[in-house]
């Protein structure tokens, strides 16, 4: 009824905030020249001003979000008045659900919702078993022959997998796994690269032409019918809807499937590479979460699955999620312009001490006992929260869950030279390689 008398929604009402507290413009300066990581920004900021604080670049103003109940409202209570702008990933996930907005979003996130929850995700549960398998038999061959490998190159291999097999019903080839290696290297290309979109693609264009012609060759064999062992894939999923909807041209297929195989590889790797960083520093942990139940109980998996629980808060994949305000509106009190460019960030609201004690430290203990937790909504959201969330949440919880009581049982790695950098990127991840045995 609001919106046929022209009116806004009653949350906002003109007049009735106070302006977003801003940060000392000479902290910014002095971040400047340090030339730090836009983290330690954030940092400064969050502990100068608060959960909602501003801050400018230049002319503009920004409002950084950490208190949950502010991340409820941008996220999920108001997602049409805070919006996604031109994704950093566009370059190479295309209009991808990732990246796409509007109706066209909404289309392409309901065909893809039903493969991701309940029913959906049982069909690829064999397809993750398999992957975890696949892994766990070539670590049992490093155990015995005592070589030395990447760890981060086998998180990555290990979802990669998994994704493939989800996408095509086939397990991945080792040439396929070589050309793919292009989806890891734009993506962490992407922060660097240049502003003018077509110096961009130029830089990458090598790596973008191989993942096409992989994405070209896997859309034609599911064409021609090459379900693999497992039966169809997601990718076959894709190919009904273009049947009758004529927007899935090929070239949406290609950035579907592209968005799938980057976010689907990406954030379980970064996670589980976290995960055994942290285990290194912390072993009780996994002893605690092998005793906490024999082999397929209920008891391991939910200490398993705090393990990765915890490493998703402390190492949240998507550490930052930008936002555009498009209209003026009441946020927890303050008032926030058309134009103002919002940074909704997990990564601190994890590490805030009101909400999470001692949050420096690893304890996966926090998800297994009662009250170990903030309750609030807003508080905990490693994959965001409202109706733009990660489709994959379900999908990379499982796999991670899977693969870990693979391993943990058998193996102790022994990591040597481990990174003592973070790359803050799209994802946030372990800055180099990560040499280990077994």
């Given at each position: 009824m609001d919106s046929e008398a022209g009116l806004r929604p009653l949350s906002y009402v003109p007049g009735t905030g106070r302006p977003v507290p801003e940060a000392d413009p000479g902290l910014v300066a002095r971040w400047h020249a340090e030339r730090g990581e836009l983290v330690d920004l954030l940092t400064r900021v969050r502990e100068e001003v608060g959960g909602v604080a501003g801050f400018r670049l230049g002319a503009g103003l920004t409002v950084l979000v950490t208190d949950p109940h502010a991340v409820q409202h941008v996220l999920a209570r108001q997602p049409d008045r805070y919006v996604k702008r031109s994704h950093r990933a566009r370059l190479l996930v295309g209009d991808g659900v990732l990246s796409a907005s509007g109706e066209a979003w909404k289309r392409q996130r309901r065909l893809l919702q039903s493969q991701f929850t309940g029913t959906g995700m049982r069909r690829y549960d064999q397809r993750i078993t398999e992957a975890a398998r696949t892994t766990a038999a070539r670590w049992s061959t490093y155990a015995r022959t005592g070589e030395t490998f990447d760890l981060g190159q086998e998180m990555h291999r290990f979802a990669l997998d998994t994704i493939w097999r989800s996408l095509t019903g086939h397990p991945v080839d080792e040439e396929t796994a070589r050309e793919l290696a292009a989806v890891e290297a734009v993506g962490a290309a992407l922060p660097t690269l240049p502003a003018d979109a077509t110096d961009a693609r130029e830089a990458v264009a090598a790596d973008l032409a191989r993942i096409d012609a992989v994405a070209r060759r896997a859309i034609e064999a599911a064409r021609e019918g090459a379900a693999g062992p497992d039966g169809p894939g997601l990718l076959h999923v894709l190919l009904d809807a273009a049947a009758s909807r004529p927007e899935y041209t090929d070239q949406l297929l290609r950035d579907e499937l592209v968005t799938l195989l980057a976010a689907g590889q990406e954030t379980t790797a970064t996670t589980l590479t976290w995960l055994h960083l942290l285990l290194d520093r912390h072993p009780a942990a996994r002893e605690e979460a092998l005793a906490a139940g024999a082999e397929g109980s209920a008891q391991r998996r939910q200490a398993v699955q705090a393990l990765v629980h915890e490493t998703l808060r402390l190492?949240?994949?998507?550490?930052?999620?930008?936002?555009?305000?498009?209209?003026?509106?009441?946020?927890?009190?303050?008032?926030?312009?058309?134009?103002?460019?919002?940074?909704?960030?997990?990564?601190?609201?994890?590490?805030?001490?009101?909400?999470w004690p001692d949050p420096e430290r690893f304890d996966p203990r926090r998800f297994t006992t009662p009250d170990g937790r903030p309750s609030q909504p807003g508080a905990y959201y490693p994959f965001g929260v409202g109706p733009r969330a990660c489709l994959g949440l379900q999908f990379a919880l499982r796999?991670?869950?899977?693969?870990?009581?693979?391993?943990?049982?058998?193996?102790?790695?022994?990591?040597?030279?481990?990174p003592t950098k973070t790359a803050y990127g799209i994802t946030v991840r372990p800055e180099g390689p990560v040499p280990a045995t077994l």
């Open positions: 190492y949240p994949p998507a550490w930052i999620l930008p936002r555009h305000a498009a209209e003026d509106d009441t946020l927890v009190g303050h008032t926030v312009e058309a134009g103002t460019d919002v940074l909704v960030c997990p990564y601190l609201t994890h590490r805030d001490p009101g909400l796999e991670s869950t899977v693969l870990l009581e693979h391993l943990l049982p058998v193996h102790t790695v022994t990591l040597h030279q481990p």
